[in-house]
């Protein structure tokens, strides 16, 4: 029950999120996958409005990539969108 309400808050996260930036999950991964280096997030969230990773499949220093991706893709959306945010790829 615990992992389904923190679900549900992670998506209603990025719901709110997605609309403040003008930017759907499924441009992001269009965005992301279309890029310098090609991502692919993992497609049962997408259909639920949100991105998620996942790590077993990344060798090191692969989980920075793409971070890094991820933050340049939320901050272009926010300079679009007018809206200051505080994104970083920081490990």
């Given at each position: 029950?615990?992992?389904?309400?923190?679900?549900s808050?992670?998506?209603a996260?990025a719901e709110?999120?997605?609309?403040?930036?003008?930017?759907?999950?499924m441009?992001?991964v269009v965005?992301?996958?279309g890029?310098?280096?090609?991502i692919?997030?993992k497609?049962p969230?997408?259909?639920e409005g949100?991105l998620g990773f996942?790590?077993?499949?990344?060798?090191?220093g692969?989980?920075?990539?793409?971070?890094?991706?991820?933050c340049?893709?939320v901050?272009?959306?926010?300079?679009?969108?007018?809206?200051?945010?505080a994104?970083?790829?920081?490990?």
């Amino acid at each position: 029950m615990h992992g389904c309400c923190c679900k549900s808050a992670l998506l209603a996260d990025a719901e709110r999120v997605a609309r403040r930036l003008g930017l759907t999950a499924m441009q992001a991964v269009v965005a992301l996958q279309g890029g310098e280096v090609a991502i692919a997030p993992k497609p049962p969230l997408i259909a639920e409005g949100a991105l998620g990773f996942g790590p077993a499949c990344l060798k090191d220093g692969e989980a920075a990539i793409v971070a890094a991706e991820v933050c340049k893709l939320v901050q272009a959306a926010a300079a679009k969108a007018g809206v200051e945010v505080a994104a970083t790829a920081e490990e």
